[in-house]
Nanobody, 124 residues
Framework: QVQLVESGGGLVQPGGSLTLSCLTS????????MGWFRQAPGKQREFVAA????????YYRDSVKDRFTISRDNVKNTVYLLMNSLKPEDTAVYYC?????????????????WGQGTQVTVSS
């Protein structure tokens, strides 16, 4: 059974930093494209970041470019989201996602496997 478990969420002040982790199991990790999505209350789930199987190609939504960094560790079967200069509008539940296809990496429907999410709250 494929499992994705996010961790690292919490409360942080505007301008602060946070690193999210997604530990995977039951997945051939090196063959999976990985993504991060987020959902605020009353809003649609939206794409945040993604990276290819190799980890050499990354994608970001415009609002997080130059602030967030996605990476993967093939030894730990873990994907990370490093978040800097956090803003209140970054507040959301963040979800890790995986799929063996790289056809639709920036859309929710492009991922077959999802974690339960971790809450990130940016507030003073």
């Amino acid at each position: 059974q494929v499992q994705l478990v996010e961790s690292g969420g919490g409360l942080v002040q505007p301008g602060g930093s946070l690193t999210l982790s997604c530990l995977t199991s039951g997945l051939t990790f090196t063959r999976a494209a990985m993504g991060w999505f987020r959902q605020a209350p009353g809003k649609q789930r939206e794409f945040v970041a993604a990276l290819t199987r190799s980890g050499r190609n990354t994608y970001y939504r415009d609002s997080v470019k130059d602030r967030f960094t996605i990476s993967r560790d093939n030894v730990k079967n873990t994907v990370y989201l490093l978040m800097n200069s956090l803003k209140p509008e970054d507040t959301a539940v963040y979800y890790c996602a995986a799929d063996y296809s790289q056809a639709s990496m920036t859309t929710e429907v492009g991922y077959a496997y999802w974690g339960q999410g971790t809450q990130v709250t940016v507030s003073s």
